[in-house]
Structures are given as C-alpha cells and as structure tokens.
C-alpha cells in the first residue's frame, strides 16, 4: 500500500526535527563557528525560555511563600501551620515551572503522571530516608509535640525552633547557632518539650556539714527560697533532706516559679542558700585529699 501523504503541519515539524538532529551531528563531528551558531539557533530559544521560566519561578515562589504565610498569620493560624503550608505554596509553583519547561522541550505533559510515578517509586527506594523525613514532619504538624517558638531537646540537639520543614527541623540554640535536625530523628526518639508548661520547679542542689543542726539547716535553706521574689506563692517552698553522703548531708530546695524566669531565678536562688548558710555558720563540706609522706633512710 503506498503511503499517505503528509500534512503541510507534519512536514514542517518534520522538517525542524530534521534540522536539530542535523545540527547536533555537525556540531559534534565539526564543531566550527557555523555549526555553533546553527546550535545556537536550533536549542538557543528553548534554553532561554527554560531560564527565565526557572528564574521567574524561584522568585514567584518565595513572594508566594511570604504571602501564605502572611495571611495565615492574619488568620490567627500557628506559626508552625503558616510556615509549612507556606512550604507548600512555594514547592507547588516551581512544579509548575518543571512542567512548563517541560512542555517547552516537547515532552507531553499529559502523560507525565505516568512518568512521575515510575520515577516516584525509584526515587522512593533511593531515598527512603528522606520519604521518612517527610513522613516524620506530617506526623509532627498533626500531633504537635513541640510549636515554634518552643524549647525542645529532640534528635540529640536541644534548642529553640524556628521552623518545622518538609525535611527537617531547624533550632537555634542559646549561644546562637542554628542547628538543622532530621524530622525522622526527632519523630524517632524521645522529644523533651522544656517550654510546654507555664510553670517549672528550680532545684539546688546543696551538701552541708554533719555537724550542723537539721532543723536549723531546714529553716536557713527554707528563708533562702522564700526570698526569691519571681517564685510562685500558690507552690510551698520545699526543702528535701535527700541523702545522707560520704562527707555531707545532701539537700535539696525546690522553688516554683513561671517558665521564663527558670534561669534567672536558678542563678539566684543558689546565691542565696550559699549566702544563708554563710550567715548561719554553717559548712558546706567539700573534699579533701590529706598526702602523708614518709621519710625513706637518716
């Protein structure tokens, strides 16, 4: 059967096939200042189209990020809710732009689910650590052990958070370093949420001399905890003989006092038992080491 004639369309993509495919087998067997200007002129506009598509898709993407967040925030969303869903925003526009320069190269968008999924399942075996990661930080938004702004020691690091991604989970610590933790870390062990309670019990930790009086100790230690202003008045001071040690009697004084005060009134309230055993004569035991030195001959 003799074949169909083409269509002036068919002929003509045909005929730019033909020039493209011969372009880049001159340029790789003659790479001469023809055949690079032939190049140029065959991939040239593609290539600058794929640029400013990816250059004008880095910068929507980060103006939609900080519009999502924004109004999230106007909203009275979480910060912790904002910011992903802020994430969200930004990683939905720069797939777009993959698809559109997709298009522009003449791949068929249409069939690209398919694509996407057998690359999906690839990707996923190749990096089912990172899928974890992702995994973890849905399951860290949903139950929410920790919001921003807290203070966590998760993933073997303790810091502030400053933000909970789609990868991991970023800190700053007290001395202002960021630290940057894997979600499946953090999802995977044990999370100490330090700020989750309004309130948090100061102990010092105190030692005393066995000599001294245990009802004197006990009223000293006491008034050294009532002193302290920021403490909470609805909490009794409490003051625990804790053990009977080698060289000391070991006390402990327990003040409640609102989270933010926590260090603050630690540095002061060991002060102040130092200060009151002072002033009531009573020894602080600390150890000894006592060297006996024989002498050897005349």
Same mark, same amino acid.
């Given at each position: 059967?003799?074949?169909?004639?083409?269509?002036?369309?068919?002929? =003509?993509?045909?005929?730019?096939?033909?020039?493209e495919?011969?372009?880049?087998?001159s340029?790789?067997?003659?790479?001469?200042? =023809?055949?690079?200007?032939?190049?140029l002129?065959?991939?040239?506009?593609?290539?600058?189209?794929?640029?400013?598509?990816?250059?004008?898709?880095?910068?929507?993407?980060?103006?939609?990020?900080?519009?999502?967040?924004?109004?999230?925030?106007?909203?009275?969303?979480?910060?912790t809710?904002? @910011?992903?869903?802020?994430?969200?925003?930004?990683?939905?526009?720069? *797939?777009?732009?993959?698809?559109?320069?997709?298009?522009? /190269?003449?791949?068929?968008?249409?069939? /690209?689910?398919?694509?996407?999924?057998?690359?999906?399942?690839?990707?996923?075996?190749?990096?089912?650590?990172?899928l974890?990661?992702?995994?973890?930080?849905v399951?860290?938004?949903? /139950?929410?052990?920790?919001?921003?702004?807290?203070?966590?020691?998760?993933?073997?690091?303790?810091?502030?958070?400053?933000?909970?991604?789609l990868?991991?989970?970023?800190?700053?610590?007290?001395?202002?370093?960021?630290?940057?933790?894997?979600?499946?870390?953090?999802?995977? !062990?044990?999370i100490?949420?330090?700020?989750?309670?309004?309130t @948090?019990?100061?102990?010092?930790?105190?030692?005393?001399?066995?000599?001294?009086?245990?009802?004197?100790?006990?009223?000293?230690?006491?008034?050294?905890?009532e002193?302290?202003?920021?403490?909470?008045?609805e909490?009794?001071?409490a003051?625990?003989l804790?053990?009977?040690?080698?060289?000391?009697?070991?006390?402990?004084?327990?003040?409640?006092?609102?989270?933010?005060?926590?260090?603050?009134?630690?540095?002061?309230?060991?002060? @102040?038992?130092?200060?009151?055993?002072?002033e009531?004569?009573i020894?602080?035991?600390?150890?000894q *080491?006592?060297?006996?030195?024989?002498?050897? !001959?005349?």
């Amino acid at each position: 059967m003799a074949a169909q004639p083409q269509s002036g369309a068919g002929l =003509e993509q045909a005929a730019e096939a033909a020039s493209e495919t011969s372009a880049a087998q001159s340029l790789m067997q003659n790479p001469s200042t =023809e055949t690079l200007m032939d190049a140029l002129m065959a991939y040239g506009p593609g290539v600058l189209k794929a640029v400013v598509l990816i250059a004008l898709a880095w910068i929507i993407s980060r103006w939609a990020k900080a519009i999502v967040v924004r109004a999230c925030t106007k909203a009275n969303v979480d910060q912790t809710l904002a @910011r992903f869903f802020g994430q969200m925003a930004r990683w939905g526009i720069l *797939l777009l732009a993959i698809l559109s320069i997709l298009g522009t /190269f003449g791949v068929e968008t249409t069939s /690209f689910a398919a694509v996407l999924g057998g690359l999906m399942v690839g990707i996923g075996m190749a990096m089912s650590g990172n899928l974890s990661n992702i995994a973890a930080g849905v399951m860290l938004l949903v /139950f929410r052990p920790f919001k921003i702004g807290d203070y966590v020691s998760a993933g073997g690091s303790s810091g502030t958070v400053f933000e909970i991604g789609l990868f991991a989970t970023t800190m700053d610590t007290p001395d202002n370093k960021r630290i940057i933790v894997p979600n499946g870390a953090i999802y995977g !062990g044990t999370i100490e949420n330090v700020s989750f309670h309004d309130t @948090r019990r100061v102990d010092v930790s105190v030692g005393t001399e066995y000599s001294a009086d245990l009802d004197k100790v006990r009223a000293v230690l006491k008034g050294a905890g009532e002193s302290i202003e920021q403490r909470l008045a609805e909490h009794d001071v409490a003051i625990v003989l804790s053990e009977l040690g080698g060289s000391s009697i070991d006390w402990a004084v327990r003040v409640w006092v609102p989270s933010g005060e926590y260090w603050a009134v630690k540095d002061e309230l060991t002060m @102040r038992v130092k200060n009151a055993l002072d002033e009531a004569g009573i020894g602080i035991p600390f150890p000894q *080491l006592d060297v006996h030195v024989d002498k050897v !001959g005349g």
